[in-house]
């Protein structure tokens, strides 16, 4: 099964524009994502997919792999399914270009879920460390069913009226598509839902398909404020 990396990017972030050339300890944002994904050792192929040439050209400076997509997309999905149509592959690993520290064992446990032939479509969750992380709408909240497939995807906490820390899960945005999957999910109409809590996930539930929700105990770094780049500078830090 040949397994592709795509990594949207934009410099158009409403929260913290051009965040994607940013730099910790030196190293733009997206290049240290893109050689993450490549030092995991699980893609047959890593491309990075944006419709901007500053970003590409760093991706190409690096002998890196890219796709020149649309610049204008209705999110991160959408874009890398763009790319998709035009490059072989089987299994489509969608990283987010602001979370530079990736987990490897995480990624494997997502695609390994695919052995599963009923499983077309998966994403990691996690717990989180505090209440404060909860309340925060960066963080996105998803309740499962028994069965570990998606119900609602919210930036507010859900289940709502929950004391429990360990009631929340925080969904951690990767997503891992098979190639017919992904296509088919770029043909479907942003749902009312999706757009009202800006989640493309939430235009899969919408349209009846199941997402597999795979729990990691990774955590991760989500770089949407400043305040976050300087949170992920401290922690690369002291894991140099």
Known sequence: MKTIALIPARLESK???NKLVKKINGIPIILKTYRAALETNLFDEVYVVSGNDEILEIIKDEGGLTFKSLKNHESGTDRIA???????????????????FINSSAIRDLINSFKDTDVQIASLMTKFLNLDEILNPNNVKVI????????????????FGSKKIDDFNRHL????FTRDALIDFSNLKRSKLEIIESLEGIRIIENSKKIKMISTSFHGISIDTPEDLIKAEKFNLSND
Request: aromatic share 10%.
């Open 173 to 176: 945005g990767v997503y891992a």
């Open 15 to 17: 929260r913290f524009p």
């Open 144 to 159: 499962v069913d028994n069965h570990h497939n998606a119900i609602y995807f919210s930036r507010l906490p859900i289940p």
């Open 82 to 100: 763009e790319a998709a149509v035009n490059i072989d592959h089987d299994l489509v690993v969608n990283l987010q270009g602001d979370e530079p």
